[in-house]
């Protein structure tokens, strides 16, 4: 680590006390244990206020449907009573399944109590009844017949974990085993919190001779059960519950690690190799004029080693406070470089720095190498709670690397899929759609107000514009274009030339990032007919120092009428008349199917004359329609039969579509895609693209090219449904397939 010698290290008095004295400094205390017998009481049922009222509800809350009032209820039962219904209870036949659930639930739920709780009784249904039931089912009938429903729920506790979820209510031995055997899985907390809660200090007397039995997984489990009592009720309960054992047991709990910062392996691991306290940068105190010592930051790297990547040792995010942000952002990321985890992207306690210390900076390094990861490697490494950091920034930049991730990631099965629903969650909580979001994500690049930028050096200017592509061009002080930028001269200023010509660099990349996504994002929201406000249109695009080189090369509708974006902002009919946009109207790019012939021509020859060019086909772009023989049938037979290179199909995929699963044998059969309005069109294939060897049949013969409902619906549907637009698109693309 290097030593800066204007910052000194800080006193043991600057630091947090865990810094100087972790809980492991003063040796290890051997576990007390005592043989304690826990109370032999009769179940109890305890209900929280509301909670039975809630459970009756549950079995018919995610649309299971209720049978008919006039149901023979007495018919039923005896179909039940004489074993026949399990006769349905058949392997791998869901249907069969489905309608056994129905008919189970009904007669518990619905029929006269009697008959239910002869079913609940009948011990030859209760394996059915693990095998089928889910929370709402058990809940509903411990609801309803409370100890008579007890029997084949504590059936359930043999065979899934999840059946604590139903236990809620009941107090016993038997119980507190099954909320102690499962009690600190990650995510599966809430049944036991819950039933803590409810039954409060008898809880606490059943689980503590767990807490005190031989040190091992089940004693640990208790002492995390026991721990999480004492932080939010104190350690005067476990006491109070202790008492029931005698003294002996009452000073044994005290000793229990219910202190959080007590938990850590014992013995303490070795620091992995690579966090070597000296060779990573120093963590300075927030005023940045004092260090930590040596013997702190192992500290912390020991808290880090044993930390995991969602839930760290419960010292770091106390030790961090008094730490300056900038300093632990880049201590995080030296660590990560450092970090030789054999088998994960990072080790947890890595994954958790970066996650928790990284700024901007440390997103900007970190979004190209996800970028570059693939699906075994993410598979394998769990490279997808990488996305943890940009979540947690939730800036603009974080999400921007987030947007690039969902369409640029080479790994789109965990890592683009993971990003999409991060998006989708930002925009929510913005009160945006994700198309509104991606709007909202363009970045200005630090160009000025009229979309261009100024490179000083010194004696001489230039001046950066765009062109229809966004690829930036340069042009010197009075107008005129130059090949490229110069390279500082020995006239030029010594400090503004190097740094001008290192931004026009720059640019160049920045620009190239953000340009094909955001073409590719207005072509598809011409197809789909998008629309934005007034208001949105005007920050959005017009103003927008990016956005309004492609603005200005489109046509744009508003209503009835359409106008384009002149050069220097304002807006021009097809007259070449001022427009003045109406602030309560919606705008959009117009198809040139919804433009027409007439109003196409006319636009295409201002444009001419402008000598503009546009980003992507809008005047210029084929129109299609079905033929009257395809609207009325759910194929269009006549991309039906030919032969494609595969690579043909793969490029799809840059129009929106999308390559099926793999199938059998590691084979891709078919290429899909989404309509607007949700209607699903699929081409299959044979005989399918390998998947680790695409040249291995390379020419791929077209199968049939199908219109269904939706994505999973399977059900056929005319083409003639389609809307016009989306038709034409369709055919464009199976042209670009098959020609």
């Keep these: 680590m290097s030593r800066d010698p204007h910052v000194e290290d800080a006193p043991a008095a600057a630091l947090p006390a865990l810094l100087v004295q972790p809980p492991w400094a003063g040796g290890t205390r051997e576990p007390v244990v005592l043989k304690l017998k826990p109370p032999k009481e009769p179940t109890l049922v305890r209900w929280a206020p509301g909670r039975?009222?809630?459970?009756?509800?549950?079995?018919?809350?995610?649309?299971?449907?209720?049978?008919?009032?006039?149901?023979?209820w007495d018919e039923l039962a005896a179909f039940f009573a004489s074993g026949d219904a399990l006769q349905l209870w058949k392997p791998r036949e869901w249907q069969s399944k489905s309608r056994f659930e129905r008919l189970y639930i009904g007669l518990v739920m619905q029929a006269p109590r009697e008959l239910g709780e002869k079913l609940l009784a009948d011990e030859r249904y209760?394996?059915?009844?693990?095998?089928?039931?889910?929370?709402?089912?058990?809940?509903?009938?411990?609801?309803?017949?409370?100890?008579a429903a007890y029997p084949p729920v504590m059936h359930q506790l043999k065979k899934k974990k999840w059946s604590v979820y139903a236990l809620e209510p009941f107090l016993d031995h038997a119980v507190a085993q099954g909320m102690i055997k499962d009690f600190g899985d990650e995510g599966r907390n809430h049944a036991q919190e819950a039933w803590y809660e409810v039954h409060g200090v008898e809880a606490v007397r059943l689980t503590i001779p767990d807490a005190l039995r031989k040190p091992g997984p089940k004693r640990d489990r208790a002492e995390a059960a026991l721990r999480w009592v004492a932080e939010r009720h104190g350690h005067d309960v476990l006491a109070e519950a202790a008492g029931y054992y005698g003294d002996e047991a009452v000073q044994a709990?005290?000793?229990?690690?219910?202190?959080?910062?007590?938990?850590?392996?014992?013995?303490?691991?070795?620091?992995?190799?690579?966090?070597?306290?000296?060779?990573?940068?120093r963590l300075l105190l927030r005023q940045r004029r004092q260090a930590l010592p040596l013997a702190a930051t192992r500290h912390l790297l020991t808290m880090l080693s044993i930390s995991e990547k969602h839930k760290p040792y419960p010292g770091v995010p106390l030790v961090v406070a008094p730490l300056d942000p900038e300093s632990l952002a880049e201590f995080a990321w030296a660590l990560y470089e450092a970090d030789r985890h054999p088998r994960l992207w990072a080790s947890p306690g890595v994954q958790y720095a970066l996650a928790e210390f990284g700024d901007e900076g440390t997103a900007d390094r970190l979004a190209p190498i996800v970028a570059r990861w693939s699906r075994a490697y993410v598979w394998e490494a769990g490279g997808q709670s990488a996305l943890n950091l940009f979540r947690r920034l939730g800036t603009d930049p974080a999400l921007r690397h987030l947007d690039r991730l969902a369409n640029k990631?080479?790994?789109?099965?965990?890592?683009?899929?993971?990003?999409?629903?991060?998006?989708?969650?930002?925009?929510?909580?913005?009160?945006?759609?994700?198309?509104?979001?991606?709007?909202?994500?363009?970045?200005?690049?630090?160009?000025?107000?009229?979309?261009?930028?100024?490179?000083?050096?010194?004696?001489?200017?230039?001046?950066?514009?765009?062109?229809?592509?966004?690829?930036?061009?340069?042009?010197?002080?009075?107008?005129?274009?130059?090949?490229?930028?110069?390279?500082?001269?020995?006239?030029?200023?010594?400090?503004?030339?190097?740094?001008?010509?290192?931004?026009?660099?720059?640019?160049?990349?920045?620009?190239?990032?953000?340009?094909?996504?955001?073409?590719?994002?207005?072509?598809?929201?011409m197809a789909a007919g998008r629309t934005w406000t007034a208001g949105e249109f005007a920050s959005l695009f017009v103003e927008h120092p990016l956005m309004r080189h492609l603005a200005r090369r489109l046509v744009w509708?508003?209503?009835?009428?359409?106008?384009?974006?002149?050069?220097?902002?304002?807006?021009?009919?097809?007259?070449?008349?001022?427009?003045?946009?109406?602030?309560?109207?919606?705008?959009?790019?117009?198809?040139?199917?919804?433009?027409?012939?007439?109003?196409?021509?006319?636009?295409?020859?201002?444009?001419?004359?402008?000598?503009?060019?546009?980003?992507?086909?809008?005047?210029?772009?084929?129109?299609?329609?079905?033929?009257?023989?395809?609207?009325?049938?759910?194929?269009?037979?006549?991309?039906?039969?030919?032969?494609?290179?595969?690579?043909?199909?793969?490029?799809?995929?840059?129009?929106?579509?999308?390559?099926?699963?793999?199938?059998?044998?590691?084979?891709?059969?078919?290429?899909?895609?989404m309509t607007p309005d949700d209607r699903h069109v699929m081409v299959t294939f044979e005989p399918g693209i390998r998947v680790f060897d695409p040249e291995e049949h390379a020419e791929q013969h077209i199968g049939r090219v199908m219109l269904m409902t939706g994505r999973h619906s399977g059900?056929?549907?005319?083409?003639?449904?389609?809307?016009?637009?989306?038709?034409?698109?369709?055919?464009?693309?199976l042209h670009r397939l098959t020609e």
């Design 52 to 72: 039975r009222e809630e459970w009756l509800e549950a079995p018919y809350k995610y649309g299971q449907a209720r049978m008919p009032e006039d149901t023979d």
């Design 126 to 147: 209760w394996d059915a009844f693990a095998d089928f039931s889910n929370v709402s089912a058990d809940r509903g009938a411990v609801a309803r017949y409370e100890m």
């Design 253 to 281: 709990v005290s000793r229990l690690r219910t202190d959080p910062l007590d938990v850590y392996p014992d013995p303490l691991p070795d620091l992995p190799e690579g966090w070597d306290p000296e060779k990573l940068p």
């Design 409 to 525: 990631a080479e790994d789109q099965k965990w890592i683009g899929r993971s990003a999409r629903e991060l998006l989708k969650y930002a925009a929510e909580r913005r009160g945006l759609t994700q198309e509104q979001l991606a709007d909202r994500l363009v970045p200005d690049l630090g160009l000025d107000a009229d979309g261009s930028l100024t490179l000083d050096y010194g004696p001489r200017r230039f001046v950066v514009g765009f062109d229809e592509e966004l690829r930036p061009f340069v042009a010197d002080e009075s107008g005129r274009p130059r090949k490229t930028l110069p390279k500082p001269g020995v006239k030029d200023d010594a400090a503004l030339a190097p740094a001008a010509h290192a931004r026009f660099t720059g640019l160049k990349k920045e620009v190239r990032t953000v340009a094909a996504d955001q073409i590719r994002r207005l072509e598809a929201a």
């Design 557 to 673: 509708s508003a209503g009835a009428d359409t106008f384009r974006v002149a050069e220097d902002g304002t807006l021009a009919d097809v007259h070449e008349d001022a427009f003045t946009l109406p602030g309560d109207v919606e705008v959009a790019l117009p198809h040139p199917l919804v433009l027409g012939e007439a109003a196409v021509r006319a636009w295409a020859a201002i444009l001419a004359d402008y000598e503009i060019l546009q980003p992507f086909p809008q005047l210029g772009r084929p129109v299609h329609t079905l033929r009257e023989d395809e609207r009325g049938g759910d194929r269009l037979r006549r991309f039906e039969g030919g032969t494609v290179h595969f690579g043909r199909i793969l490029g799809m995929t840059s129009r929106g579509w999308e390559i099926g699963e793999k199938e059998t044998g590691g084979f891709r059969r078919q290429v899909m895609r």
């Design 715 to 733: 059900s056929p549907l005319a083409f003639g449904e389609l809307d016009p637009v989306a038709a034409s698109e369709v055919i464009a693309d």
